[in-house]
C-alpha cells in the first residue's frame, strides 16, 4: 500500500515567497513492520551484501553502554555494524545515484550515540555485479543497545517538498520569525513543526533537526556536504501527525485534533523501526559528492 503524505494546510510559498528558492525534494521512506528480502528496498532489513566481502564492524575496540542504571556494560569484542537502510534505484528513481550503480546501503555502529566516534558507513553498489550473496549477519554483541537496531521493514518511498527553518541564512531567518509567530497565532500551523521539513526516516531534502542545525564539511576539500539521510527516531509526534502522518492510516483522525487516535497514531506507524535516538532525536547522515570517494559525516541531536 503506498503511503501519501497530506498537502500542507496552507499554501507555504504564498504566505511566505522568502521560502521557495530553498524549496528541496525529500523522499520519505515510511517503513512498516514486514519482511524483505536482501532483494527488497528495507530498513533494518537483509542486504544485498556480496559473500566475498567481510561484514564491516566499528573501529573502536572498547564501547559501554548502560543497561540498568547505575551499571554499565563493557564490551571489547568486535562489534558488527548494523543494517539501517537499502534501497534500489528503481524504488527512488528520484534519488541522484553516482554513474553506475544503482543500490545504496547505510550501515551504523549502535554505539552510535554512546561514545562511538567513527561515521556511518555509505556503500553505493551496481546490484548485479553481486554474484553471491552473504546467506548471513553477524550477531550483534550481547550489551547493543537494541534501540539502535532497527527491525526489519519494508518501505514505502514518496516524494515530498521541504523547506528550510534553521537551514535558512540567518538574516531572513531572523526577518521571517515574527512571520512564523503571526502564522502559528491566526492559523495554529508551527513552520518549523508542520510545514517546513518532514520527521521520520528519509533521503534528502533538509534534515529535521531537533536542535540547531550542524553541517559538516568535507575535511578531504572543505566543502559544505550534502544531506543524504535522516533517521529520525519517530516518523511524527505530538501535534505533527496533522500534517505528516499519510492519509491512508488517518482512521478515525481528523485534522484538528490534538492528538491522533491509537488506531491511527500507534506505535506501529510512529516507531516502526523501533529506533529512538536519545530522547527521540535523530541521525542526519551527509556525503560529499565532490570527492571521488564520497567522504561521510554525520551528526545527532535530541528532542
Do not use: N
Amino acid at each position: 500500500m503506498v503511503r501519501t503524505t497530506p498537502p500542507r494546510p496552507v499554501d507555504v510559498e504564498a504566505l511566505i515567497p522568502e521560502v521557495a528558492p530553498f524549496r528541496r525534494t525529500a523522499i520519505r521512506l515510511h517503513p512498516r513492520p514486514g519482511d524483505p528480502g536482501p532483494l527488497d528496498s528495507s530498513v533494518g532489513g537483509p542486504l544485498l551484501w556480496p559473500a566475498d566481502e567481510p561484514w564491516p564492524v566499528c573501529p573502536e575496540p572498547t564501547h559501554s553502554h548502560s543497561i540498568e542504571w547505575p551499571e554499565v556494560k563493557t564490551t571489547t569484542k568486535p562489534v558488527p555494524l548494523v543494517s539501517i537502510v537499502q534501497v534500489h534505484r528503481r524504488d527512488v528513481p528520484h534519488l541522484a545515484f553516482p554513474r553506475g550503480t544503482d543500490l545504496l546501503q547505510v550501515l551504523w555502529c549502535p554505539f552510535i550515540i554512546d561514545g562511538c566516534a567513527s561515521a556511518p558507513q555509505v556503500y553505493w553498489r551496481d546490484a548485479d555485479s553481486i554474484e553471491q550473496v552473504r546467506p548471513d549477519v553477524p550477531d550483534q554483541v550481547d550489551i547493543a543497545p537494541a534501540d539502535r537496531i532497527p527491525g526489519a521493514c519494508v518501505v514505502h518511498p514518496e516524494q515530498v517538498t521541504e523547506y528550510p527553518t534553521s537551514d535558512l541564512p540567518f538574516d531572513l531567518l531572523t526577518a521571517l520569525l515574527p512571520r512564523f509567530e503571526s502564522l502559528r497565532a491566526e492559523t495554529g500551523w508551527i513552520f518549523d513543526h508542520h510545514l517546513a521539513a518532514a520527521p521520520g526516516i528519509k533521503l534528502g531534502g533538509y534534515p529535521s533537526w531537533k536542535q540547531e542545525s550542524c553541517w559538516p564539511s568535507c575535511t578531504a576539500c572543505g566543502t559544505k556536504m550534502q544531506h543524504l539521510l535522516t533517521v529520525d527516531s519517530r516518523e511524527f509526534d505530538g501535534s505533527s501527525w496533522r500534517t505528516w502522518l499519510p492519509v491512508e492510516e488517518r482512521t478515525g483522525a481528523t485534522g484538528r485534533e490534538e492528538r491522533a487516535p491509537q488506531e491511527a497514531a500507534g506505535s506501529a506507524v510512529s516507531e516502526a523501526a523501533g529506533i529512538m535516538i536519545g530522547d527521540a532525536g535523530g541521525i542526519y547522515i551527509f556525503e560529499c559528492a565532490q570527492c571521488p570517494d564520497r567522504p561521510v559525516g554525520w551528526w545527532g541531536d535530541c528532542s
